[in-house]
């Protein structure tokens, strides 16, 4: 487990985990914290600016991309915009695979380049690799997503989650840097009474003002939390990712917390972040380091407010770059400026991945969002929390933890609402004691075997 370090030591350490991970965060920190109050198009004069860099280096280095720009009509002197961009393939992890080295750069080395895996939550694991400047601007974005509440790094911060927030087994070299970073792990790969016990009764001694996690996690813990003597565990914020956060899941989360929570979104493989300030009004794209487009299912992309797939471009990463990276994730985007004064554009409307979807029989296909906000099953009051599994094109199970026993009408009134929004189906209720969880602990509200 890790080592609390003293709040005294609180910046030194952190500059250690900056020379122990080998990254520039603390440098780059300062420069997000003034950009994101720019104005718009200053803002996208940056993500243009460090785009045709992006374009210009890859031509030159990385033979994939030279070869790519060839194919899709680039001039040899044109320069790579958020416009013609557009014009490259959509980049997925089976292509990445089969291009295999011919996407890393001719400097490969030099940008100190570490191999990463995904955790494979939608069934295809993939390699690849994240460099210094990526590596380093990625936690500057997430530092300054944090920092809006008061959160300065070195500041302790409990991690609720599975194993891609910190790592599965901490192995001593782990631990040192857990305890260098103020992070206090809470693994959830298993969750019962005894083990939440434990950690609200750490969580409560310790002197942690900020959690981070996952939100399905941080939902069955606060809701703990709530029915315990103890009733509140108060931080000044909770930061959650990764899932897709429901309404309930974050009510829960508040009033166990007594904070805000703000959600974050972020894609390792993709390189990119997001945040959500005080108005909570979606998630706010870290642009200067980021390029976003939200595309149909034949690519082309969708105009503001409309949902689609998330495609990522990583503008500063050089080892190996992934233009237009197929992320999966379902959004949309919005470029109406926030109540807060930041001109960074906004993700709304996430719903988790694209893959964990309903087929209903008349073709269509409903996303996770859907369900989260869903009145039959959230007005339910036997049901505690459920899931989707979908094992074909015909059954639809819901899984349910009982808040209690329901009568055979509570089940057919959930059923009858369910079959009205999606066509005539096998449905069936099936209480359960755990939710599935992927690999690495990950909660998804619907798993799909189609597809
Ligand atoms: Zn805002």
Redesign the pocket.
């Given at each position: 487990m890790a080592i609390e370090i003293p709040r005294f030591l609180k910046r030194p350490a952190i500059r250690m985990v900056d020379i122990a991970r080998k990254t520039d965060s603390l440098k780059f920190l300062p420069e997000l914290l003034e950009s994101q109050w720019w104005n718009l198009s200053m803002l996208e004069e940056l993500q243009a600016k460090r785009m045709a860099e992006l374009g210009r280096y890859v031509r030159q280095n990385v033979p994939y991309w030279a070869a790519a720009f060839v194919k899709a009509g680039f001039d040899d002197d044109e320069v790579l915009t958020p416009e013609n961009i557009a014009r490259l393939p959509l980049l997925n992890k089976d292509m990445i695979r089969v291009a295999g080295d011919s996407l890393k750069s001719r400097e490969f080395e030099k940008w100190q380049p570490r191999h990463k895996n995904t955790s494979g939550s939608t069934g295809v694991p993939l390699d690849y690799y994240i460099d210094r400047p990526a590596h380093s601007w990625q936690w500057a974005h997430m530092w300054r997503g944090w920092a809006q509440t008061g959160y300065v790094p070195g500041d302790l911060y409990a991690a609720i989650s599975g194993g891609s927030l910190v790592p599965e087994k901490a192995a001593l070299k782990q631990t040192i840097y857990l305890a260098l970073s103020s992070a206090l792990h809470f693994p959830t790969y298993h969750m019962n009474d005894e083990i939440m016990e434990r950690y609200s009764e750490r969580l409560a001694k310790s002197p942690i003002d900020f959690v981070y996690g996952y939100p399905s996690s941080m939902e069955i813990f606060s809701e703990y939390i709530t029915a315990s003597p103890r009733k509140k565990i108060p931080m000044k914020a909770v930061f959650t990712t990764s899932e897709g956060l429901s309404p309930k899941a974050r009510a829960a989360i508040e009033l166990a917390f007594e904070c805000p929570v703000y959600d974050t979104y972020g894609c390792n493989d993709g390189g990119i972040f997001s945040f959500?300030?005080?108005?909570h009004?979606?998630l706010?794209m870290g642009m200067e380091t980021d390029f976003v487009e939200i595309v149909d299912e034949k690519g082309q992309r969708v105009p503001d407010g409309e949902p689609g797939e998330v495609i990522a471009t990583n503008l500063v990463i050089r080892a190996m770059p992934l233009l237009r990276f197929r992320t999966g994730d379902i959004a949309s985007l919005t470029r109406e400026p926030?109540?807060?004064?930041?001109g960074?554009i906004?993700v709304q409307e996430l719903s988790g991945r694209e893959r964990d979807v309903i087929h209903t029989p008349d073709g269509r296909k409903i996303h996770g969002a859907f369900f989260t906000h869903f009145e039959a099953l959230h007005h339910a009051d036997w049901i505690a929390r459920f899931q989707i599994h979908q094992p074909d094109a015909n059954t639809f199970i819901l899984r349910v933890i009982l808040r209690r026993e329901p009568s055979e009408a509570d089940k057919q009134a959930v059923i009858k609402d369910l079959r009205t929004a999606m066509g005539d189906m096998e449905y069936r209720i099936e209480v359960v004691e755990k939710m599935m969880l992927t690999r690495t602990g990950k909660f998804r509200i619907i798993v799909s075997d189609i597809g």
């Open positions: 959500e300030c005080e108005h009004n979606g706010h926030c109540e807060c004064g930041r960074l906004r």
